[in-house]
C-alpha cells in the first residue's frame, strides 16, 4: 500500500503561480511512477503529467506543456509539479496517483493509489 498526500493549492490569480507536493508513504517510492491529474466540476479526472522511477522521462498533456513542470525526490518520497502562468482553465482539484509500472502512462485506469486531492483555483 501507498498512501498519498497533496498540499500546496489555493486561489491565485491569472497568471501567477502554485507549486503543488505530494508526499508518499508505505512502499519505496523510487519503484513508482508518479502522475498528477485533475478534476474540473462536471468533468472527468484527466492526466497532466507523469515522472518515471529515477525521473529519466517525463510526459505533459499539451495544454500545461511549457507551464507545468513536474519533478521528484526520492529522498523525502515526494514528487512536485511547479504550476507557472496559471489560466481559469486549470481550475480544478489536483490528485497525485502512484504506478508500480515504470512508464509514463495517461489513463487514470493505469494508476493504483491516489491522493485526496487538493483545490487550485485560479481567477481571471
Known amino acids: 500500500q501507498v498512501q498519498l498526500v497533496e498540499s500546496g493549492g489555493g486561489l491565485v490569480q491569472a497568471g501567477g503561480s502554485l507549486r503543488l507536493s505530494c508526499v508518499a508513504s508505505?512502499?519505496?517510492?523510487?519503484?513508482?511512477?508518479m502522475g498528477w491529474f485533475r478534476q474540473a466540476l462536471g468533468k472527468e479526472r484527466e492526466f497532466v503529467a507523469a515522472i518515471t522511477w529515477g525521473g529519466s522521462t517525463l510526459r505533459y498533456t499539451d495544454s500545461v506543456k511549457g507551464r507545468f513542470t513536474i519533478s521528484r525526490d526520492n529522498a523525502k518520497s515526494t514528487v512536485y509539479i511547479q504550476m507557472n502562468n496559471l489560466k481559469p482553465e486549470d481550475t480544478a482539484v489536483y490528485y497525485c496517483?502512484?504506478?508500480?509500472?515504470?512508464?509514463?502512462?495517461?489513463?487514470?485506469?493505469?494508476?493504483?493509489?491516489w491522493g485526496q486531492g487538493t483545490q487550485v483555483t485560479v481567477s481571471s
Open positions: 496517483a502512484a504506478d508500480r509500472e515504470n512508464r509514463v502512462a495517461s489513463a487514470v485506469s493505469d494508476y493504483e493509489y
Open positions: 508505505g512502499r519505496t517510492f523510487s519503484w513508482y511512477t
